[in-house]
């Protein structure tokens, strides 16, 4: 079996000229191999509703069932399986990885 990677080219309007193309500036990982977590920023805040086309979803009713926590990075809304933790912060964060929630904390810490 053969794997090649190809690179899509995304448009660059709008993206500061400090961001190299096809990377978003909302969105980054920190640390390598399984220590990895993505970081991203949500648009709405946590409480509030899609935009757009999407679905008429009461964000804060899902979140709601999801165990608040905090810590020295602020506070939110923590999900965790045996593979995977997510941790949905009050200040518009999105942090996930295959990591320990502990790692999650960490890496909000800054």
Not at 32 to 47: F, I, K, M
Not at 88 to 107: F, I, K, S
């Amino acid at each position: 079996m053969t794997v090649t990677e190809e690179t899509a080219e995304r448009p660059t309007a709008g993206r500061p000229a400090h961001v190299a193309p096809g990377r978003d500036p909302q969105v980054r990982t920190v640390g390598e191999g399984w220590t990895t977590v993505l970081v991203a920023r949500l648009d709405a805040a946590p409480g509030g509703k899609p935009s757009g086309d999407a679905p008429d979803v009461d964000v804060s009713k899902l979140l709601g069932g999801l165990p608040a926590v905090s810590g020295e990075w602020g506070s939110g809304r923590l999900l965790t399986g045996k593979l995977f933790s997510v941790l949905l912060t009050d200040d518009g964060r999105v942090l996930a990885g295959a990591v320990t929630p502990e790692r999650l904390y960490q890496v909000a810490r800054g």
